[in-house]
């Protein structure tokens, strides 16, 4: 999202036959590095162990407000779930 480009998907070479959208050209497969300008984008994350998640970002618009902090720092946001059972 910073960088305003969307990496490739390694490894992906053609579409199974069961994924019309995507042989119809209704979804697309990123194949090599592409511009992005900004709004909705969905990850996905399917683990070894069970943990699946997607989440939908959307990106800020890059107001820079200089407060006397110097650019550049790490940010740190920690992200934690607990399960209910």
Known sequence: ???GIIPPT???KTPRKEL????EGRMNVVTEPTS???GYIG?????FGGGNCHILLKSNPKNKINVG???GLPISVPISA???S
């Open 1 to 3: 999202m910073e960088t």
């Open 10 to 12: 390694i490894h992906y």
């Open 20 to 23: 019309t959208p995507i042989i």
């Open 36 to 38: 992005w300008n900004g």
């Open 43 to 47: 990850v996905n994350n399917f683990g």
């Open 69 to 71: 902090i110097p650019d």
């Open 82 to 84: 607990y399960p209910d």
